[in-house]
């Protein structure tokens, strides 16, 4: 019997888990987090600004099993990243402190 009870717990906690892993990122909370960091000011869903759109970077990403961690590198070390006008600058940094904010953001961009 505590062998039942044991088996049925631990399935009901990894099945908590396992939805958790794959749930829909939170767009509202994506979108507030991008706008209070300044991403807006280059970025945009489908409207073409000084940087890539979400959906080019969704784009570029599709299909590629690192795709998730390099994008959360590339957002959190802040590389130089250079645009279609031929100019360079050093991308801002997120605070690697707000890592589930990012990983969130980083979900919500791949998705577009």
């Given at each position: 019997?505590?062998?039942?009870?044991?088996?049925?717990?631990?399935?009901?906690?990894?099945?908590?888990?396992?939805?958790?892993?794959?749930?829909?990122?939170?767009?509202?909370?994506?979108?507030?987090?991008?706008?209070d960091?300044?991403?807006?000011?280059?970025?945009?869903?489908?409207?073409?600004?000084?940087?890539p759109?979400?959906?080019?970077?969704?784009?570029?990403?599709?299909?590629?099993?690192?795709?998730?961690?390099?994008?959360?590198?590339?957002?959190?070390?802040?590389?130089?990243?250079?645009?279609?006008?031929?100019?360079?600058?050093?991308h801002?940094?997120?605070?690697?402190?707000?890592?589930?904010q990012?990983?969130?953001?980083?979900?919500?961009?791949?998705?577009?």
């Open positions: 019997m505590k062998s039942v009870a044991l088996l049925a717990t631990v399935a009901a906690v990894f099945s908590l888990v396992s939805a958790s892993a794959f749930a829909a990122p939170d767009a509202e909370a994506a979108q507030k987090y991008a706008k960091n300044g991403c807006t000011k280059c970025h945009a869903v489908d409207k073409t600004k000084k940087g759109t979400y959906t080019k970077t969704a784009a570029k990403f599709k299909g590629k099993a690192d795709a998730e961690a390099k994008l959360f590198d590339q957002l959190t070390k802040g590389p130089k990243v250079k645009f279609e006008d031929g100019t360079e600058e050093e801002k940094a997120l605070d690697t402190k707000e890592s589930a990012i990983k969130n953001l980083v979900q919500w961009i791949l998705a577009q």
